[in-house]
T-cell receptor, first 113, second 110 residues
Framework: KAGVTQTPRYLIKTRGQQVTLSCSPI?????VSWYQQTPGQGLQFLFEYFSETQRNKGNFPGRFSGRQFSNSRSEMNVSTLELGDSALYLC????????????FGPGTRLTVL | GEDVEQSLFLSVREGDSSVINCTYT??????LYWYKQEPGAGLQLLTY???NMDMKQDQRLTVLLNKKDKHLSLRIADTQTGDSAIYFC??????????WGAGTKLIIKP
């Protein structure tokens, strides 16, 4: 069974630009969660999508948004990039029906210059 | 609100046991997890424990849960250089959401 894939793996943008990250969950998984990981702040929860609906949301500004498609693939968008948005963005998939394991992708390393 | 706390660093000698501790606040958590992140990689589930269990053992890993004190620990026996990583503790809440600790970096001394 293929694991969680994230594209692109690395991205360099400049301040003010926008970026879209993609995550393909494990086949059969309906929940996709997004996290931001930085050395100073650790692992921060962004949002979770289940069956194309945002089910949970963390404490991030509205510049961070996401969506999920009918095939459970998810995208995350960050608009008006700031230097502080430089981070590793991790996506995790799970069945989403209860207290089950989240499987993580390798992450997208975003650098904002 | 919900919170999970861990020490940021732990240094042990190769061959010794490592004990990584975690405290959490949500008493309604059903599952508690330990994840491992190696440099440049995503997170990998190491083990988890159901809240009605006190202990779970899996080869070199032992998880202890003290639900009264809301304390979770991960013991790695015979620590090897390959165990160098960041270890994250997480608890699940009633909204299918995982609440994460900041991670403990395990440093192995030769």
């Amino acid at each position: 069974k293929a694991g969680v894939t994230q594209t692109p793996r690395y991205l360099i943008k400049t301040r003010g630009q926008q970026v879209t990250l993609s995550c393909s969950p494990i086949s059969g998984h309906r929940s996709v969660s997004w996290y931001q990981q930085t050395p100073g702040q650790g692992l921060q929860f962004l949002f979770e999508y289940f069956s194309e609906t945002q089910r949970n949301k963390g404490n991030f500004p509205g510049r961070f948004s996401g969506r999920q498609f009918s095939n459970s693939r998810s995208e995350m968008n960050v608009s008006t990039l700031e230097l502080g948005d430089s981070a590793l963005y991790l996506c995790a998939s799970s069945l989403g029906t209860g207290e089950e394991e989240q499987f993580f992708g390798p992450g997208t390393r975003l650098t904002v210059l | 609100g919900e919170d999970v706390e861990q020490s940021l660093f732990l240094s042990v000698r190769e061959g010794d046991s490592s004990v990584i501790n975690c405290t959490y606040t949500d008493s309604s958590s059903t599952y508690l997890y330990w994840y491992k992140q190696e440099p440049g990689a995503g997170l990998q589930l190491l083990t988890y424990i159901f809240s009605n269990m006190d202990m779970k053992q899996d080869q070199r890993l032992t998880v202890l849960l003290n639900k009264k004190d809301k304390h979770l620990s991960l013991r790695i026996a015979d620590t090897q250089t390959g165990d160098s990583a960041i270890y994250f503790c997480a608890e699940s809440n009633s909204n299918y959401q995982l609440i994460w600790g900041a991670g403990t970096k395990l440093i192995i001394k030769p």
